[in-house]
């Protein structure tokens, strides 16, 4: 028997089910979409408080004489706390937001853009990239998306963009620093045109060179165009020229908007769409459908998540997809529900979600690289992975079996999706907490 639409939406393309939350179908999962980007929109950037706290880190940390061992220890230890909370809380959020396919989205262009916190200013900077750059365009355009993140200091230092320098420009000339070429090349490889697309070296050169004066702002942490910096004259990127007397900050945008108007950016943002969402070999009509969408509409990405609801083949096979960590911890925590969230936090052995990422090889902002986490089965369910998986859902057994019947459990968490199987199993467990850690760890709960 086919699932009914609702169901399958909640698990292909939210985090799951919720105890007492109505399924929503393709419309409510859309106008999700565009209420939590409003949402995201009226939030302010937490960006400058970040930055004075890592100051203030920076500045004991350099000098021995500013400040005494107690002082340095304690700002290091207060930019530990303020990542482990943001680490707690990005799970939360996913979590309690009553707008799954937005979270979805969310998790989709922040793995698209990635960025990674490989120390302890990483720590400071990265978590706002998302907050700032990621949650308030996701019902936008996708040049909105691309300058926002092209643009955020997260993405200018993991790349080296912000010390990147024209070699003619005034700085270059007086202090004979250099080019670099990560950003310009992964904006091309990886956020636009997609790997094979028709470009060539030059269009690197030329773009790399385009790219000089975005800089960060040492004080505020935020991005600042230094003019003093940016290479002089037009740059050439895929045939057109960008730059002039002057340079400014305009000519890089005008190019991220012709690069996310090209065909090729449609194809690639296309078919990594369906992948994410549908299967890893997708069926090549949703593909081209998605595309589509993306070029009649000149990029604007509410069509195209529309084009992926209502295509057919989305629709088609359900657990084609393996869950990755983020996704299987969130959905646990969803089907545990409200009501025993606090109580799960508070149990004598809390299951810890950052953690548990940790153990299952996603730790928060920690991709293996520039192209993100991989989509492939094998990356996540081989046996250290496995191993991880069945530990936690054994710990949110134990921390819920005092409250919760694995019997009404499967129903919340499956519902018709529950195999005959797994109802056996959850049915005659010898304790609760194995009933409800065999439905965690199930093949059907484990895929979308």
């Known amino acids: ?40 929109g009226r939030a302010q950037s937490t960006l400058p408080g970040r930055m004075k706290d890592y100051a203030t880190f920076a500045r004991l940390r350099r000098s021995p004489h500013a400040g005494s061992e107690p002082e340095q220890r304690a700002a290091r230890s207060a930019l530990d706390r303020r990542f482990a909370l943001d680490s707690s809380e990005r799970v939360r959020q996913a979590v309690l937001s009553p707008h799954g396919f937005y979270e979805r989205l969310v998790w989709f262009w922040a793995d698209h853009f990635t960025v990674v916190a ?3 200013r990483g720590n400071a900077v990265v978590p706002s990239f998302e907050v700032d750059a990621i949650r308030p365009h996701v019902a936008g355009t996708f040049a909105g998306l691309l300058r926002a993140a092209v643009s955020h200091p997260a993405m200018l230092e993991y790349f080296g963009q ?20 990560n950003l310009a090349r992964e904006v091309l490889e990886l956020h636009t045109l997609g790997v094979g697309a028709d470009y060539a070296q030059d269009d690197v050169r030329q773009f790399a060179e385009l790219l000089t004066g975005l800089a ?38 005008a190019a991220l908007d012709d690069l996310s108007k090209h ?42 998540y529309a084009a992926l609801l209502e295509h057919p083949a989305s629709w088609d096979r359900l657990g084609a997809k393996v869950r990755q960590p983020f996704d299987f911890v969130v959905a646990t925590l969803r089907t545990a529900g409200t009501d025993h969230l606090t109580a799960l936090e508070d149990a004598d052995q809390a299951p810890d979600p950052v953690a548990a990422l940790r153990r ?55 519902g018709e999706l529950a195999r005959d199987e797994t109802r056996v199993a959850a049915r005659v467990a010898a304790e609760r907490w194995e009933g409800i850690a065999l439905v965690l760890a199930s093949p059907e709960f484990n895929r979308r």
């Open 360 to 414: 299952m090889n996603q730790p928060l902002w920690g991709a293996p690289g520039p192209d993100g986490w991989p989509e492939a089965p094998e990356a996540w369910i081989s046996p250290p992975g496995l191993t991880a998986r069945i530990a936690w859902a054994s710990l949110i057994g134990q921390a819920l079996a005092p409250r919760v019947d694995p019997r009404d459990f499967i129903e919340t968490a499956l």
């Open 118 to 120: 490989r120390n302890r």
């Open 263 to 304: 065909p090729a950016t449609a194809r690639h943002i296309a078919r990594k769409l369906a992948v994410h969402f549908v299967a890893d070999a997708p069926d090549e009509g949703l593909v081209a459908h998605l595309e589509a969408a993306y070029r009649r509409d000149g990029g604007e990405l509410m069509p195209v």
């Open 1 to 40: 028997m086919t699932p009914p639409y609702e169901s399958i939406a909640a698990v292909r393309f939210c985090y799951g089910f919720r105890p007492g939350e109505a399924r929503a179908g393709p419309e409510a999962l859309l106008k999700g979409v565009a209420r939590g980007a409003r949402h995201a």
């Open 162 to 181: 912000a010390r990147s320098t024209g070699p003619g420009s005034q700085v270059g000339l007086e202090q004979g620093v250099g080019l670099n070429e």
């Open 216 to 253: 960060v702002d040492r004080r505020t942490g935020e991005m600042a165009f230094r003019a003093d910096m940016a290479e002089p004259g037009d740059e050439t990127v895929l045939g057109r020229s960008y730059g002039g007397a002057r340079e400014r900050a305009r000519h890089i945008d």
